[in-house]
């Protein structure tokens, strides 16, 4: 089986690649990855001269780049991991939010179409749904309310997905997953930004009152689960992937520096991010009844291994906090942004 996966040198990316070539020997992965700021080659150090894996530095939005490949080799599957990620980033600017994740979705629907993928993964995210009150939870059937740049653009992207689906009847499945952390997230995101701020012994800036809430999965959990509707979901459909977890962010802090064995007086409040979704909670039970995943690493033990990694891996989260690994990135592959494939 080979495979197309769109942002593999991303966080989820990255452990998604990892886990197909684990899961078949008979697996090949094309990867292609334009390399934006978040992206990283050394996620992927490990199995980068594999025969099986490619990299292809191009853009989801590069038409007649993403066709040369496709024209090249038969894909079996498309998954879409491509993203702008940050709702912070988003805020700043939307712009780049829509090129990728709305425009990229579309041409790559698009050219699926034209070289017959037989099905197309769009890997999408509970915040298209907006923000919950103290009560609920988020079903496949709610309706979309996305509130940030971030979130309003990967509504759109699953918009157009399911419209190829309604208008052409091609064979595409959407997922919408719940936080993740883990290993190799960009130190810019709440969990690898307080456990690398207290190892280099930094305050945590915590936004408004910190009671906001979010649904926490691990990393690997949210592959698997991406892995089990590429194989098994129903085309047309939408599959969300939860962790059932629940914390305010200031119980997240709390627990982060009680593994990490430093005074909570680190945690020091800041002024909100603006539209700060108050609640986000998944509920899972479609792609459990339907398609038989579930969670297998609990919070406590997920949180372990995610402060371990960082603590181990001090030399990949450094070089990204200190710019060194933007000028290593620019003598490498060119400065991001000015030299990067077109978008
Ligand atoms: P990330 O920011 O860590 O990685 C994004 C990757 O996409 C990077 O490797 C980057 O180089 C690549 N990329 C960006 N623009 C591109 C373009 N135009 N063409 C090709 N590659 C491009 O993101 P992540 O946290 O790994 O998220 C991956 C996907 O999962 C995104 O679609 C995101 O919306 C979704 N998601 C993330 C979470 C989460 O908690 N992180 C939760 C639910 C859904
Ligand atoms: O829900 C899924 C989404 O989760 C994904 O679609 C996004 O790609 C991913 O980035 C994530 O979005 P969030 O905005 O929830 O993640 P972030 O890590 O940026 O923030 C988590 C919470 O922590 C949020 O309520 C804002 C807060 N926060 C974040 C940062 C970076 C802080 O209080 N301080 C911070 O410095």
Same mark, same amino acid.
């Given at each position: ?46 199995? %980068? /001269?594999? $025969? ?12 007649? #780049?993403?066709?040369?490949? =496709? &024209? ?67 079903? %496949? /059937?709610? $309706? ?12 759109? #992207?699953?918009?157009?997905? =399911? &419209? ?70 129903? $085309? ?18 709390? &627990? ?88």
């Amino acid at each position: 089986m080979r495979i197309m996966i769109t942002g593999g040198l991303g966080f989820i990316g990255s452990h998604l690649v990892r886990f197909l070539l684990r899961e078949d020997p008979a697996m090949e992965i094309i990867n292609v990855d334009v390399l934006s700021y978040a992206g990283n080659p050394a996620n992927l150090a490990d199995i %980068e /001269t594999d $025969p099986r894996y490619r990299w292809v530095r191009a853009s989801i939005g590069d038409h007649d #780049a993403v066709a040369a490949v =496709l &024209a090249a080799q038969s894909v079996d599957c498309i998954m879409n991991l491509a993203a702008e990620s940050h709702v912070d980033r988003s805020i700043l600017s939307g712009a780049p939010f829509v090129t990728t994740n709305v425009l990229g979705t579309q041409i790559l629907l698009e050219l699926a179409r034209t070289y017959h993928v037989p099905r197309f993964v769009q890997v999408s995210t509970d915040e298209v749904y907006g923000s919950l009150g103290p009560e609920g939870w988020f079903a %496949e /059937t709610s $309706p979309l309310n996305p509130n940030s740049p971030y979130a309003a653009t990967k509504a759109a #992207a699953d918009m157009l997905t =399911l &419209a190829a689906f309604r208008t052409y009847d091609q064979d595409v499945v959407i997922t919408r997953c719940a936080n993740n952390y883990g290993p190799y997230q960009f130190p810019e995101k709440l969990i690898p930004l307080f456990i690398t701020n207290g190892l280099e012994g930094k305050p945590w800036p915590l936004y408004g009152d910190g009671l906001q809430v979010r649904d926490w999965l691990f990393v690997t959990d949210h592959v698997r689960g991406l892995w089990t509707v590429a194989q098994k979901g129903r $085309p047309g459909q939408i599959y969300n992937i939860g962790g059932q977890n629940e914390r305010s962010n200031r119980q997240v802090a709390e &627990a982060l520096c009680d593994r990490l064995g430093i005074s909570r007086s680190v945690i020091t409040r800041v002024a909100d991010r603006l539209g700060h979704d108050r609640r986000y909670a998944t509920d899972a039970q479609k792609i459990t009844k339907e398609l038989g995943w579930q969670p297998q690493v609990n919070w406590e033990a997920g949180l372990e291994q995610t402060v371990e990694w960082y603590r181990e891996h001090e030399k990949w989260w450094r070089a990204i906090k200190s710019g060194e690994y933007r000028s290593y990135y620019a003598r490498q592959y060119g400065t991001p942004g000015k030299d990067s494939p077109k978008r």
